[in-house]
Nanobody, 119 residues
Framework: QVQLEESGGGLVKPGGSLRLSCAAS????????MGWYRQAPGKPRELAAA???????NYADSVKGRFTISNDGAKNTVYLQMRSLKPEDTAVYYC?????????????WGQGTQVTVSS
């Protein structure tokens, strides 16, 4: 099966920065896209940023200009560089993998990492 290992969450003050990492491993044939979703208390999960293997990116309007998503194909890893963080960025961030496995195309999810922006 596929495993996603997330890291980089934590507590940061407004205006600060964090970098999230997510490394995929296991029975992956090919990766279509990787991304980060976030879920704040009482709110639905939403896409923060995503990137395809070809480098096409998609960002939520609320994070454009502040977050940068990138990937390292050799390591099957996606990064989310977050800067100028705001309290409204506080959420559990989940790594998402859109990939082809031996049995077909699947979405995989990390366990989530907490990002808290507070003074």
């Amino acid at each position: 099966q596929v495993q996603l290992e997330e890291s980089g969450g934590g507590l940061v003050k407004p205006g600060g920065s964090l970098r999230l990492s997510c490394a995929a491993s296991g029975s992956i044939v090919s990766i279509n896209a990787m991304g980060w979703y976030r879920q704040a208390p009482g709110k639905p999960r939403e896409l923060a940023a995503a990137i395809t293997t070809g480098g096409r990116t998609n960002y939520a309007d609320s994070v454009k200009g502040r977050f940068t998503i990138s990937n390292d194909g050799a390591k099957n890893t996606v990064y989310l560089q977050m800067r100028s963080l705001k309290p409204e960025d506080t959420a559990v961030y989940y790594c998402n993998l859109d990939a082809w496995g031996n049995q077909g195309r699947y979405d995989y999810w990390g366990q989530g990492t907490q990002v808290t922006v507070s003074s």
